[in-house]
């Protein structure tokens, strides 16, 4: 049964960075594409970044491009996501999820939710001052 744990996440200081890490647990989890996605209150889920399964590809949402990187250690089946320059507005709930479809791309711009099986609980950012 696949499980994805994430990590890493904590109150600070807009300016400042954070680094998520998401632990997959699954047979042959390298085979899957791990996206990123977010939850502020009262908002809905938004896709944050996606990262295919050799980290060939990777694609970020324009409120983050530039400030948020997304790799992965396939060897520690752990994914990545650092954060730098934080600003209040990326205040959320941040969720890793993991994909896989041999028929149509699963990280893509549009940030499919229904293109990922598997979700972890969730870690909360809080960028304040």
């Known amino acids: 049964q696949l499980q994805l744990v994430e990590s890493g996440g904590g109150l600070v200081q807009p300016g400042g960075s954070l680094r998520l890490s998401c632990a997959v647990s699954?047979?042959?989890?390298?085979?899957?594409?791990v996206g990123w996605f977010r939850q502020a209150p009262g908002k809905e889920r938004e896709g944050v970044s996606c990262?295919?399964?050799?980290?060939?590809?990777?694609i970020y949402a324009d409120s983050v491009k530039d400030r948020f990187t997304i790799y992965r250690d396939n060897a520690k089946d752990t994914v990545y996501l650092q954060m730098n320059s934080l600003k209040p507005e990326d205040t959320a709930a941040y969720f890793c999820?993991?994909?896989?479809?041999?028929?149509?791309?699963?990280?893509?711009?549009?940030?499919?939710?229904?293109?990922?099986?598997?979700w972890g609980q969730g870690a909360q950012v809080t960028v304040s001052s």
């Open positions: 999820a993991a994909g896989w479809n041999p028929h149509r791309p699963v990280c893509t711009a549009e940030f499919r939710q229904g293109s990922y099986t598997y």
């Open positions: 699954i047979f042959r989890s390298e085979y899957y594409t």
């Open positions: 990262i295919t399964s050799r980290g060939g590809s990777t």
